[in-house]
């Protein structure tokens, strides 16, 4: 089996990785690669999918710290954004736009959450709502397909 990479900048992987998260519990908006990827790397990882057919692809390998389900609406996360160390929002925004789980997770995370937003140059609205109330550190980069993209961490200053 090749080796599974999440489809994020090589300079956000770099930077994280170098990160110790053993003890760390990150909560994912948007299942793949990354669930798989970052399952070697945290302790724990809730993983929301709304894609039946990713959701599919990850439930047959049933991960033992992952906890993955299925959702259709926002509300769903209201329990767990309060207990996680990283929330990442990286859901296909057909069905709930990036700035709408921007937003739902501002009002509903502890102030240590750290928040990350992959895509912010396709997510300018979220981008631009997450900028203006955390510090932000942006990772542009090359990702594994050839592809430029843009992934940033959201952080307050109790870090």
Known sequence: MSKIVPLLPDTFLK??????????TYLEIGSGNSTVFFSK???????????????????VLKIPNVNLQFFKSEVVFEDCVHCTDFIMIDNNPISTTRTKFAK??????????IIILDN???HMEAMTFLKSKYYCLDFPGERYDGSF?????????HQ
């Not at 809730?46 to 439930?59: H, N, P, Q």
């Not at 739902?104 to 959450?113: A, L, N, R, V, Y």
């Open 15 to 24: 930077f994280f990785l170098s990160l110790n998260l053993n003890d760390k």
């Open 41 to 59: 790397h945290f302790k724990n990882i809730i993983s929301f999918e709304d894609s039946m057919v990713w959701f599919d692809k990850l439930d």
């Open 104 to 113: 739902f997770i501002d009002e509903h995370k502890t102030p240590e959450s």
């Open 120 to 122: 912010g140059e396709k």
């Open 149 to 157: 993209s843009v992934t940033s961490i959201f952080f307050t200053n």
